[in-house]
């Protein structure tokens, strides 16, 4: 893979000029329930315009992504040898039924309770059988067709710990790093949520470049991965100023979403109190107004992250989400540096 522009498609506006710049799309989200069963009807915005999608662009990849629909739905699906097969057949017969190109797994995250789900040590080994049954039932589609399987994956130590990469590269096509939210709600550290490098004086050190470099440690080749972009922001209040406007201050709370890319540059960005910065060492902007923080990706940003997948060999750059841009700069951003 090279140059890669994948974006996580939901509700709001898509268009042809969207579908011409981008090599593939995202759907979300399916849901997958705790007996295998799948469900999209009604949760995906774009099934009625796949026909259209087509039309505007025909080599656009249109990739179902997939969350749980209950607590245990992936850690239950992925224990038992007969849900396994359910849910991939299920998820083979979606991706025929709708002509998508495949599926994507958006499992946050295997081991980890921390975001409410209920997961097991197993889920290790698991995962990697219910991938491999996946790939069984996708590659039986036949009819000359490639389909894909790919995942949204967690860019910290914690995720490559709780998956077995060099198998799961087996079955997967690429893998989606997250590199964003990488100073959340689990942070009272305002920092960047998805900034290229770290900043030294980050004591929760994280970037996409580190995050990167962690999975290709683990086994999986560079073209196969993937760099997130952010097209909405983070941010922390209630901050005392010092000399790095906010920057790596401690906060009483972790960091919130903050607005999506359109209204932030309407109505934040070098407006109402709030000052625009950048961070040469992290290769990324923030803004300040004296006690909130808000972190975010732009143009220049955007650019910077371009330019090191290319001179890294990686495979591309996916954002979430369409919606959080309808200025289209973002996007145009991507295209004039990727493609």
């Known amino acids: 893979m090279k140059n890669e522009i994948i974006g996580y498609v939901g509700s709001g506006a898509f268009t042809e000029s969207d579908a011409k710049k981008l090599t593939g799309i995202n759907l979300a989200f399916g849901q997958l329930h705790r007996d295998g069963s ?49 849910a991939a057949a299920a998820l083979a017969d979606v991706t025929v039924r709708y002509d ?43 009819g000359g067709r490639k389909y894909y399987l790919t995942i949204a994956a967690g860019a910290d130590l914690y995720y ?54 962690l999975f290709e440690s683990r086994g999986v080749p560079a073209d196969r991965l993937l760099m997130g972009a952010a097209f909405y922001s983070r941010k922390w209040t209630d901050l005392e100023d010092n000399e790095n406007h906010g920057l790596l201050v401690l906060c009483p709370n972790g960091g919130g979403y903050g607005p999506d890319y359109e209204p ?35 143009p220049r ?8 997948v290319k001179e890294k060999g990686y495979g591309g750059i996916f954002y979430w989400e369409h919606k959080c841009d309808g200025t289209g700069v973002l996007l145009d951003t991507l295209y004039r540096e990727l493609r």
């Open 38 to 86: 799948v469900t999209v009807q009604g949760r995906i915005d774009k099934l009625e315009m796949i026909p259209q999608i087509r039309k505007w662009n025909p080599n656009l990849r249109i990739i179902l992504s997939m969350v749980q629909a209950d607590r245990d739905a992936f850690t239950r699906c992925c224990a038992d040898e007969e849900l396994r097969r359910t």
């Open 160 to 213: 490559v710990n709780c998956v077995e990469l060099p198998e799961l590269m087996e079955y997967l096509d690429y893998i989606n790093v997250m590199t964003y939210d990488l100073k959340c709600g689990f942070h009272a550290l305002a920092g960047h949520h998805t900034a290229l490098y770290s900043n030294r004086g980050d004591v929760f050190s994280n970037s996409c470049a580190q995050a990167l470099a």
């Open 264 to 298: 932030l540059v309407k109505d934040y960005v070098n407006k109402n109190g709030y000052v625009e910065y950048w961070d040469d060492e992290a290769q990324a902007p923030y803004l300040f107004n004296g006690s909130t923080f808000l972190s975010y990706d732009n």
């Open 100 to 142: 998508l190109d495949g599926v994507d797994l958006d499992w946050e995250y295997p081991c980890v309770p921390s975001n409410g789900s209920m997961v097991s040590p197993d889920d290790r080994h698991n995962f990697t059988l219910l991938c491999a049954e996946i790939r069984k039932c996708l590659d039986a589609i036949g």
């Open 301 to 308: 940003s955007l650019a910077e992250k371009a330019a090191y």
